[in-house]
């Protein structure tokens, strides 16, 4: 599987990186870093956010060829060692970007810090659904997405109450490639680390939204069990009110939930 190039934003305060701790922060299919600029701005402060891009979508190139959800995973590390060679970080993801979180914690745990993997799960849809989405997306373009992607990103009411944030998520479905979004929908379909969960051992919180349908809070719950039944250490928590994009529709629980996890994690290391 070829590794594709990925792209990034600085979310946090233009400053030289490596004076506070680095927290990568992954997106959901479909959407862009702006799924993260509230959250961002609330840990901003203290810790520099990089948001990464998956291929097609926002500032990353499109995708040529099939990718799988270790190869974006090994992307990430490279992107992280373009900006901050060697250096360890805190890691939270939506969806796709959390399947890539839980990849990094099985292959690159000597990396990271923390993770925090959000609306997501080791194993997410059928592949029969994925493939069929891809071919629809491939024929029809991303656009033909957004009625349904609406429906499942947000709880009912956001949308009203948030307009201008909901559009700009939307429109960045509408400007992905095609192509792009397609080779993520065939990674999400081979993409089952149920087996490997044990091998996670950096602390993990799991973050489900309580309206999510896509990944439920049954399957945080599952990735958390996974985790600690070999010894890690992982917490599964529901937030009330929210469906499948955490960071956009409860972003200051989300902060807090990260802060806390990553304040804990960063103790910790010191204390060994």
């Not at 656009?143 to 947000?154: E, K």
Request: with cysteine; net charge negative.
């Amino acid at each position: 599987m070829a590794k594709p190039a990925l792209k990034a934003a600085l979310l946090s305060p233009q400053r030289p990186l490596g004076d506070h701790p680095l927290i990568v922060a992954g997106p959901s299919l479909g959407t862009s870093t702006i799924l993260w600029n509230r959250v961002a701005s609330l840990l901003g402060n203290d810790y520099d956010v990089v948001a990464w891009d998956l291929p097609g979508h926002g500032v990353s190139p499109a995708a040529g060829e099939g990718f799988d959800v270790a190869a974006l995973a090994d992307a990430v590390v490279d992107l992280v060692d373009s900006i901050a060679p060697g250096e360890n970080f805190h890691y939270a993801g939506v969806s796709l970007g959390g399947a890539v979180g839980l990849q990094l914690g099985i292959k690159h745990g000597e990396r990271l810090k923390s993770l925090s993997v959000q609306n997501s799960g080791a194993k997410i849809g059928t592949p029969e659904g994925w493939l069929e989405r891809a071919e629809t997306v491939r024929t029809q373009g991303t656009p033909v997405m957004i009625l349904g992607s609406a429906q499942r990103w947000f709880a009912p009411g956001f949308m009203d109450r948030e307009p201008e944030f909901s559009s700009r998520l939307l429109h960045a479905l509408r400007d992905a490639d095609r192509f792009s979004y397609a080779f993520c929908c065939e990674a999400l379909a081979a993409f089952d680390v149920r087996e490997e969960l044990g091998s996670i051992t950096v602390p993990t919180q799991v973050i489900a939204g309580a309206l999510d349908g896509v990944a439920t809070p049954a399957m945080a719950e599952e990735v958390a069990a996974g985790i600690t039944a070999a010894g890690g250490t992982a917490t599964a928590v529901t937030v009330e009110g929210v469906s499948h994009l955490a960071p956009a529709e409860a972003p200051a629980h989300v902060a807090d939930l990260m802060r806390s996890l990553a304040t804990w994690a960063e103790s910790r290391q010191a204390a060994k």
